[in-house]
Protein backbone atom coordinates (compact mmCIF):
# COMPACT_ATOMS: atom_id res chain seq x y z
CA UNK A 1 0.00 0.00 0.00
CA UNK A 2 1.17 3.41 -0.54
CA UNK A 3 2.06 5.78 2.45
CA UNK A 4 2.83 9.66 2.60
CA UNK A 5 5.12 10.90 4.71
CA UNK A 6 5.45 14.59 5.86
CA UNK A 7 8.62 14.90 8.70
CA UNK A 8 7.55 18.93 9.58
CA UNK A 9 4.59 18.79 12.02
CA UNK A 10 5.17 22.40 12.23
CA UNK A 11 6.53 25.38 10.45
CA UNK A 12 6.81 28.55 10.40
CA UNK A 13 8.25 31.45 7.85
CA UNK A 14 8.47 35.35 8.24
CA UNK A 15 5.75 37.12 6.13
CA UNK A 16 7.29 37.76 2.32
CA UNK A 17 9.83 34.97 3.16
CA UNK A 18 10.02 31.85 1.08
CA UNK A 19 9.22 28.79 3.59
CA UNK A 20 9.50 24.62 1.66
CA UNK A 21 7.19 21.97 3.20
CA UNK A 22 8.83 18.57 2.73
CA UNK A 23 6.51 15.44 1.50
CA UNK A 24 7.84 11.80 0.41
CA UNK A 25 5.36 8.84 -0.40
CA UNK A 26 6.41 5.00 -1.51
CA UNK A 27 4.76 3.42 -4.04
CA UNK A 28 5.77 0.75 -6.72
CA UNK A 29 4.01 2.44 -9.27
CA UNK A 30 5.01 4.40 -11.88
CA UNK A 31 2.10 6.56 -13.13
CA UNK A 32 0.14 8.10 -10.44
CA UNK A 33 -0.71 11.82 -9.04
CA UNK A 34 0.30 14.40 -6.53
CA UNK A 35 -1.46 16.71 -4.48
CA UNK A 36 -1.02 19.42 -1.62
CA UNK A 37 -4.36 20.50 -0.31
CA UNK A 38 -4.53 23.57 2.27
CA UNK A 39 -6.85 23.40 5.33
CA UNK A 40 -7.49 26.95 7.33
CA UNK A 41 -9.52 26.78 10.45
CA UNK A 42 -12.56 26.84 8.58
CA UNK A 43 -11.90 23.09 7.79
CA UNK A 44 -12.26 23.06 4.10
CA UNK A 45 -9.61 21.17 2.01
CA UNK A 46 -8.64 23.33 -0.61
CA UNK A 47 -6.09 22.39 -3.37
CA UNK A 48 -3.05 24.22 -3.72
CA UNK A 49 -1.20 22.38 -6.64
CA UNK A 50 -1.27 18.68 -8.24
CA UNK A 51 1.60 17.49 -10.19
CA UNK A 52 1.02 13.96 -12.78
CA UNK A 53 3.83 11.57 -12.08
CA UNK A 54 4.62 11.75 -15.93
CA UNK A 55 5.07 14.86 -16.07
CA UNK A 56 8.84 15.99 -15.62
CA UNK A 57 8.01 19.55 -15.28
CA UNK A 58 7.34 21.01 -12.16
CA UNK A 59 3.77 22.30 -11.70
CA UNK A 60 3.68 26.26 -10.62
CA UNK A 61 1.00 27.98 -9.36
CA UNK A 62 1.21 31.73 -8.82
CA UNK A 63 3.13 31.83 -5.86
CA UNK A 64 2.95 28.04 -4.98
CA UNK A 65 5.64 25.40 -6.81
CA UNK A 66 6.61 21.76 -6.26
CA UNK A 67 10.32 20.12 -6.73
CA UNK A 68 9.18 16.68 -8.06
CA UNK A 69 11.80 14.27 -7.80
CA UNK A 70 10.30 10.95 -8.93
CA UNK A 71 13.79 8.58 -8.12
CA UNK A 72 13.68 9.97 -5.24
CA UNK A 73 10.36 9.60 -4.25
CA UNK A 74 10.02 13.32 -2.92
CA UNK A 75 7.19 15.97 -3.52
CA UNK A 76 7.98 19.27 -1.85
CA UNK A 77 5.98 22.54 -1.66
CA UNK A 78 7.61 25.90 -1.83
CA UNK A 79 5.31 28.88 -0.82
CA UNK A 80 7.39 32.03 -2.21
CA UNK A 81 6.13 35.70 -0.73
CA UNK A 82 4.26 34.29 2.28
CA UNK A 83 1.43 35.76 3.14
CA UNK A 84 -0.56 35.82 6.87
CA UNK A 85 -3.49 33.46 4.68
CA UNK A 86 -1.04 31.08 3.76
CA UNK A 87 -1.29 30.02 7.79
CA UNK A 88 -2.63 26.65 7.66
CA UNK A 89 -1.83 23.13 7.33
CA UNK A 90 -0.37 21.52 4.30
CA UNK A 91 -1.15 17.69 3.79
CA UNK A 92 0.52 15.82 0.75
CA UNK A 93 -1.79 13.37 -0.38
CA UNK A 94 -0.80 10.66 -3.42
CA UNK A 95 -3.28 8.39 -5.93
CA UNK A 96 -2.94 6.22 -8.08
CA UNK A 97 -4.25 5.97 -11.69
CA UNK A 98 -7.30 4.13 -11.68
CA UNK A 99 -7.78 0.62 -13.10
CA UNK A 100 -10.20 -1.55 -14.34
CA UNK A 101 -12.50 -1.75 -11.25
CA UNK A 102 -10.66 -0.14 -8.87
CA UNK A 103 -11.40 2.81 -6.63
CA UNK A 104 -9.95 6.29 -6.38
CA UNK A 105 -9.22 7.44 -3.33
CA UNK A 106 -6.23 9.68 -1.94
CA UNK A 107 -3.70 8.72 0.56
CA UNK A 108 -2.79 11.29 2.78
CA UNK A 109 -0.19 12.45 4.93
CA UNK A 110 0.05 13.64 8.46
CA UNK A 111 0.27 17.89 7.70
CA UNK A 112 2.55 20.42 7.99
CA UNK A 113 1.28 23.03 10.32
CA UNK A 114 2.58 26.48 8.95
CA UNK A 115 2.85 29.85 10.97
CA UNK A 116 3.23 32.88 9.31
CA UNK A 117 4.64 35.65 11.55
CA UNK A 118 4.25 39.03 10.63
CA UNK B 1 -25.19 23.64 -5.21
CA UNK B 2 -22.20 25.51 -5.39
CA UNK B 3 -19.55 23.57 -3.25
CA UNK B 4 -20.22 20.39 -1.38
CA UNK B 5 -22.31 20.79 1.83
CA UNK B 6 -21.90 18.61 5.13
CA UNK B 7 -24.90 18.66 8.26
CA UNK B 8 -24.60 19.48 10.65
CA UNK B 9 -21.29 21.28 11.30
CA UNK B 10 -20.73 20.51 14.92
CA UNK B 11 -22.26 17.25 16.54
CA UNK B 12 -22.05 15.95 20.21
CA UNK B 13 -23.57 12.98 21.37
CA UNK B 14 -23.47 10.43 24.25
CA UNK B 15 -21.21 6.94 24.09
CA UNK B 16 -23.94 4.74 22.39
CA UNK B 17 -25.74 6.74 20.45
CA UNK B 18 -26.35 6.21 16.81
CA UNK B 19 -25.60 9.78 14.70
CA UNK B 20 -26.15 10.56 11.07
CA UNK B 21 -24.03 12.63 8.94
CA UNK B 22 -25.24 14.16 5.85
CA UNK B 23 -23.15 15.35 2.94
CA UNK B 24 -24.75 16.94 -0.54
CA UNK B 25 -22.25 17.08 -3.14
CA UNK B 26 -21.78 19.29 -6.13
CA UNK B 27 -24.26 19.06 -8.75
CA UNK B 28 -23.47 16.47 -11.88
CA UNK B 29 -20.66 15.04 -9.50
CA UNK B 30 -20.36 11.22 -9.65
CA UNK B 31 -17.84 10.48 -7.07
CA UNK B 32 -18.52 10.73 -3.82
CA UNK B 33 -15.69 10.18 -0.73
CA UNK B 34 -15.75 9.98 2.97
CA UNK B 35 -12.83 10.90 4.95
CA UNK B 36 -12.26 11.08 8.72
CA UNK B 37 -9.94 13.33 10.92
CA UNK B 38 -8.60 12.60 14.23
CA UNK B 39 -6.89 15.19 16.05
CA UNK B 40 -3.18 15.19 15.03
CA UNK B 41 -3.88 13.13 12.30
CA UNK B 42 -3.95 12.96 8.37
CA UNK B 43 -7.22 11.96 6.19
CA UNK B 44 -8.52 8.17 7.10
CA UNK B 45 -10.38 7.00 3.81
CA UNK B 46 -13.99 5.70 4.97
CA UNK B 47 -15.91 4.82 1.75
CA UNK B 48 -16.03 5.57 -1.98
CA UNK B 49 -19.28 5.90 -4.55
CA UNK B 50 -18.66 5.91 -8.28
CA UNK B 51 -21.67 6.16 -9.89
CA UNK B 52 -24.19 3.59 -9.83
CA UNK B 53 -21.03 1.01 -9.17
CA UNK B 54 -20.89 -1.19 -6.13
CA UNK B 55 -19.26 1.45 -3.04
CA UNK B 56 -15.49 0.69 -2.36
CA UNK B 57 -15.71 0.34 1.71
CA UNK B 58 -12.61 -0.99 2.52
CA UNK B 59 -11.65 1.68 4.63
CA UNK B 60 -14.55 1.78 7.22
CA UNK B 61 -12.99 1.13 10.62
CA UNK B 62 -15.95 -1.23 11.73
CA UNK B 63 -19.44 -2.35 11.20
CA UNK B 64 -20.80 0.09 12.90
CA UNK B 65 -20.26 2.11 10.27
CA UNK B 66 -22.30 2.15 7.32
CA UNK B 67 -23.19 4.74 4.39
CA UNK B 68 -26.04 5.21 1.85
CA UNK B 69 -25.58 7.28 -1.49
CA UNK B 70 -29.78 7.83 -3.05
CA UNK B 71 -30.58 8.67 -6.34
CA UNK B 72 -26.43 9.44 -6.93
CA UNK B 73 -26.51 12.37 -5.27
CA UNK B 74 -26.49 13.07 -1.41
CA UNK B 75 -24.94 10.87 1.06
CA UNK B 76 -25.31 9.75 4.63
CA UNK B 77 -23.00 8.19 7.02
CA UNK B 78 -24.60 6.44 9.81
CA UNK B 79 -22.11 5.38 12.90
CA UNK B 80 -24.00 3.07 15.25
CA UNK B 81 -23.73 2.86 18.88
CA UNK B 82 -21.28 5.77 19.28
CA UNK B 83 -17.78 5.54 21.21
CA UNK B 84 -15.46 8.00 22.46
CA UNK B 85 -12.45 6.71 19.89
CA UNK B 86 -15.00 7.94 17.09
CA UNK B 87 -14.59 11.65 17.95
CA UNK B 88 -13.37 13.29 14.50
CA UNK B 89 -13.43 15.36 11.45
CA UNK B 90 -15.63 13.92 9.30
CA UNK B 91 -15.30 15.02 5.41
CA UNK B 92 -17.00 14.81 2.38
CA UNK B 93 -15.67 14.89 -1.03
CA UNK B 94 -17.28 14.98 -4.44
CA UNK B 95 -15.67 14.96 -8.15
CA UNK B 96 -16.66 15.15 -11.54
CA UNK B 97 -15.76 12.23 -12.79
CA UNK B 98 -13.33 9.15 -12.21
CA UNK B 99 -9.95 9.17 -13.34
CA UNK B 100 -9.77 12.94 -13.42
CA UNK B 101 -6.51 13.50 -12.59
CA UNK B 102 -7.76 16.75 -10.52
CA UNK B 103 -8.26 16.59 -6.79
CA UNK B 104 -11.70 16.52 -4.83
CA UNK B 105 -13.70 19.47 -3.84
CA UNK B 106 -14.18 18.84 0.02
CA UNK B 107 -16.68 20.15 2.66
CA UNK B 108 -16.18 21.75 5.85
CA UNK B 109 -17.06 18.57 7.76
CA UNK B 110 -18.79 17.83 10.69
CA UNK B 111 -16.74 18.00 13.69
CA UNK B 112 -18.49 14.76 16.02
CA UNK B 113 -17.68 14.72 19.41
CA UNK B 114 -18.85 11.83 21.44
CA UNK B 115 -19.16 11.99 25.60
Known amino acids: AQTVTQSQPEMSVQEAETVTLSCTYDTSESDYYLFWYKQPPSRQMILVIR??????QNATENRFSVNFQKAAKSFSLKISDSQLGDAAMYFCAYRSPVTQGGSEKLVFGKGTKLTVNP | GAGVSQSPSNKVTEKGKDVELRCDPISGHTALYWYRQSLGQGLEFLIYFQGNSAPDKSGLPSDRFSAERTGGSVSTLTIQRTQQEDSAVYLC?????????????FGSGTRLTVV
Open chain 2, 93 to 105: ASSLIQGANYGYT
Open chain 1, 51 to 56: QEAYKQ
